[in-house]
């Protein structure tokens, strides 16, 4: 059938057609509107700089603040004695890097090792493992769920991701143990994830489509987690054939630390037991698994550490734990107190003027510098060169998710006039090549700004705050902030 439109009816049409693209619906963009918008922007003097200096450069090099820069210092009253700078690569590992580094600083003093780094990737390897049969453990357990109920669609976005927070260090390494480097190196994988990463991602999201048919043909519990142990298999192969299979026992080699004489000096051998010695070293051999590894010369007990919150987005003085947030199924979910920033930082400094290491998590992708090393608010001026606002206070940043726990790292060293914190010196793990030879210098207002959380020792903690921990913990879930 043909449809014949009058003149009328086709002018009629015409008028709505030009009035929907003139005017557009409420909240488009109309023609006029655009032409307003348009109209507001003037390329005057300082604009037209701008663009000449930005279309040509990177913009960062433009915003960088020197007057920041030229009054910084990398002076400290407190700093902590710690040897070898990290390097997680393209990984996503920061969390173990600044776990391990925080556990290894004290053992080497204490053990009077000349060195001392774990190894990475042995643990790497377990999380992986682990995180594998989590997220297909939690596909069993919500076999019936629709596939858009959130925290499934949230297992599903991320089945095997790199990051992670201290409590997954603590199951891993209490399961586990530990490992030297150089016992287990790393590999290209572990240095760069991403391949390996994808293949996982998606061996277990068909091994989800596995188990949900299951289901749904009638499987039992027992019967899918038998399938499962088939589907491990094969994550396990996938995780040997990138990292290497993790030893299960290992001869380690060491060169201890000359030790320290009666007045604290470094010991050194004299005239007569070098030339008996010759070129000689001492060399320490030690045979033992992972566990025993961690058990004897480890020695540290994880249940000493506490996790310390600034989360500005709930109530201070409580105890909170985040859902699906551990690795380990039979672990733990992160579970922390939460304080105010001035009590937080007090914490941290009595932590590190006593020479002990505090990790942390922060907001890395804001007012820093890796060529620098430093962290400051206001370290580049976008405001200025743009004429805009993009003010928001530490919970807005959070709950918008502009703030977010990004990075973690360690506390190695403040710098203390008056009482107060000026600025705090911060073990990173990307490497001596970045920053000050791997040492960012983090200005105190940074810190305010952009600092989440601590790991530190309960005996640095006053007694008051530590009662928290005897509340009940309130649930947060998978998508809160702190996640």
Known sequence: MRLVMGKRQAAMLAVLLCGAYVYGDAGGLSRKKIEEIQSSFAMDAHTRAMYNAISSTDVRNIALNREIVRSHDRLYTHKIDVKGVTNQKSSGRCWLFAGLNNIRHGVRKSNDLKSLEFSQIYLTFWDKFEKSNT??????????????????????????????????????????????????????????????????????????????????????????????????????????????????EFLWRYEPGKGKDKDGDDKDDDKEDKKAKGNKQDIEE???????????????????????????????????????????????????????????????????????????????????????????????????????????TKAERALFRQGTRNHGMVLVGVDVREDRPVKWLVENSWGAERGKGGYWDMYDEWFDLHVYNIIVRKEYVPKKVLKILEQEPIALPAWDPMQ
């Open 135 to 248: 997220f297909l453990e939690r596909v069993i357990a919500w076999r019936g769920r629709d596939l858009m109920d959130r925290e499934l669609t949230t297992a599903l976005q991320m089945p095997c991701p790199d990051g992670g927070y201290w409590e997954n260090v603590v199951d891993l390494v209490n399961k586990y143990g530990v490992v030297p480097k150089d016992v287990y190196p790393e590999t290209s994988s572990s240095e760069a994830t991403r391949s390996m990463n994808a293949i996982l991602e998606q061996l277990l999201r068909a091994d989800a489509v596995k188990l949900r048919k299951m289901h749904e043909q009638g499987a039992t519990v027992r019967q899918m987690r038998r399938e499962k142990e088939k589907m491990l298999a094969e994550v396990y192969r996938v995780l040997a054939m990138n990292l290497g299979e993790p030893p299960s």
């Open 286 to 392: 030690l045979a033992m698994t992972p566990r025993e590894f961690f058990g004897k010369c480890v020695g540290v007990d994880t249940g000493d550490w506490v996790n310390i919150f600034n989360d500005t987005t709930h109530e201070y003085g409580k105890r909170y734990t985040v859902a699906m947030s551990k690795n380990v199924w039979e672990g733990s979910d992160i579970t922390y107190i939460n304080v105010d920033i001035d009590t937080l930082k007090k914490i941290a400094v009595k932590s590190i003027v006593d020479d002990t290491p505090v990790m942390f998590a922060c907001n890395v992708s804001v007012d820093q510098s890796s060529e620098l090393g430093i962290m400051a608010p206001g370290l580049y001026d976008y405001e200025s060169i743009y004429g805009i606002d993009m003010t928001m």
